[in-house]
């Protein structure tokens, strides 16, 4: 009797081993998988913030063109 139990649980043991192993393995899958995203959004955010910029940037160069072409027509128009 005491053989069988024994074997009985060492049994379990074994059926039990790979189902840890694999909760571990999906555990560590969904991290990656989460790290993966968070970086991804990371990546999303940078680009978009860098498009924002330039985006400002070239905003900035347009309005100091229209206030470079004001000054020459109010100085033309001083010299008429």
């Known amino acids: ?39 991804e959004e990371e990546e999303e955010e940078e680009e978009e913030e860098e498009e924002e910029e330039e985006e400002e940037e070239e905003e900035e160069e347009e309005d100091e063109d229209e206030e470079e072409q004001q000054q020459q027509q109010k100085q033309r128009e001083q010299h008429q």
């Open 1 to 39: 009797m005491r053989w069988r139990r024994a074997r009985v649980h060492s049994a379990t043991d074994v059926v039990e081993k790979p189902e840890v192993k694999c909760r571990v393995r999906f555990k560590q899958r969904e991290e990656e998988e989460e790290e993966e995203e968070e970086e």
